[in-house]
């Protein structure tokens, strides 16, 4: 197969197929006397299953998976695959986990008249220290009041509300720089209500991520079963 013939079956741009060609994704093409490259069915095959897999876990991790799987054994081949399942998986479980603490900070809040707290109260509610909350002010993610002229944190029942979705959204694998921009578009009364419908985004995301997994595994186990001259499934 010429590099226009694999470009088209696998939808990627001749000069992509080159690229992933020198970074190792797919194997080395023989060169003809022309020097011409000619790929072969495997080629298409590696191609398809980088595609699944940057899907499922990202470009950067599907470039080094196939990479290695060339050289891996079959036992490490298979960890490797089943590694990326239970990434996913694992990802799923802390979304889900931060829903369910969602629901409790609704079910906390439902027909409560809250008054404001100090840092060492809202701390020792939500079962983490007082620099954290600290260090969340200081990002942005939960605004205190400055009362006294000693300038002693209060934090209202906004702020307080801002605090349970934070806690409840690390728990579901938030990092600092995506809980910024997600507490940014959240407002007052509807930030659980939002923070609950950007958590189901995300499932639906995961649900997405392990489709493309799954519709990658035949080819997978193509290119894994070639590397030690097992016949693979047929096309």
Same mark, same amino acid.
């Given at each position: 197969?010429?590099?226009?013939?694999?470009?088209?079956?696998?939808?990627?741009?001749?000069?992509?197929?080159?690229?992933l060609e020198r970074l190792?994704?797919?194997?080395?093409?023989?060169?003809?006397?022309?020097?011409?490259?000619?790929?072969?069915?495997?080629?298409?095959?590696?191609?398809?299953?980088?595609?699944?897999?940057?899907?499922?876990?990202?470009?950067?991790?599907?470039?080094?998976?196939?990479?290695?799987?060339? &050289?891996?054994?079959?036992?490490?081949?298979?960890?490797?695959?089943?590694?990326?399942?239970?990434?996913?998986?694992?990802?799923?479980?802390?979304?889900?986990?931060?829903?369910?603490a969602l629901e409790r900070? @609704?079910?906390?809040?439902?027909? @409560?008249?809250?008054?404001?707290?100090?840092?060492?109260?809202?701390?020792?509610?939500?079962?983490?220290?007082?620099? &954290?909350?600290?260090?969340?002010?200081?990002?942005?993610?939960?605004?205190?009041?400055?009362?006294?002229?000693?300038?002693?944190?209060?934090?209202?029942?906004?702020?307080?509300?801002?605090?349970?979705?934070?806690?409840?959204?690390?728990?579901?694998?938030?990092?600092?720089?995506?809980?910024?921009?997600?507490?940014?578009?959240?407002?007052?009364?509807?930030?659980?209500?939002?923070? @609950?419908?950007?958590?189901?985004?995300?499932?639906?995301?995961?649900?997405?991520?392990?489709?493309?997994?799954?519709?990658?595994?035949?080819?997978?186990?193509?290119?894994?079963?070639?590397?030690?001259?097992?016949?693979?499934?047929?096309?």
């Open positions: 197969m010429r590099t226009v013939d694999v470009a088209k079956e696998c939808g990627y741009s001749v000069q992509q197929v080159r690229d190792g994704v797919i194997p080395p093409a023989v060169r003809a006397d022309n020097g011409y490259r000619s790929y072969t069915p495997l080629h298409v095959r590696a191609l398809r299953a980088y595609r699944g897999l940057a899907a499922a876990a990202g470009p950067v991790e599907a470039r080094r998976l196939l990479a290695g799987l060339r &050289t891996a054994t079959i036992t490490e081949a298979a960890s490797a695959i089943d590694e990326v399942h239970a990434g996913l998986a694992r990802e799923r479980a802390e979304v889900v986990r931060a829903q369910r900070v @609704r079910a906390e809040e439902d027909g @409560r008249d809250e008054d404001s707290m100090t840092i060492t109260q809202l701390a020792e509610a939500l079962g983490v220290r007082s620099s &954290t909350l600290r260090f969340w002010e200081e990002e942005g993610l939960v605004r205190p009041e400055r009362v006294t002229t000693l300038r002693a944190r209060r934090y209202g029942p906004a702020a307080i509300r801002a605090a349970r979705v934070v806690v409840a959204l690390r728990a579901g694998g938030y990092g600092i720089p995506a809980l910024r921009e997600v507490m940014g578009s959240l407002d007052g009364l509807d930030g659980a209500a939002d923070a @609950r419908r950007v958590l189901r985004g995300r499932l639906d995301q995961l649900a997405a991520r392990s489709v493309a997994l799954l519709r990658a595994g035949s080819d997978l186990a193509a290119v894994v079963d070639a590397t030690r001259g097992t016949p693979g499934p047929p096309e």
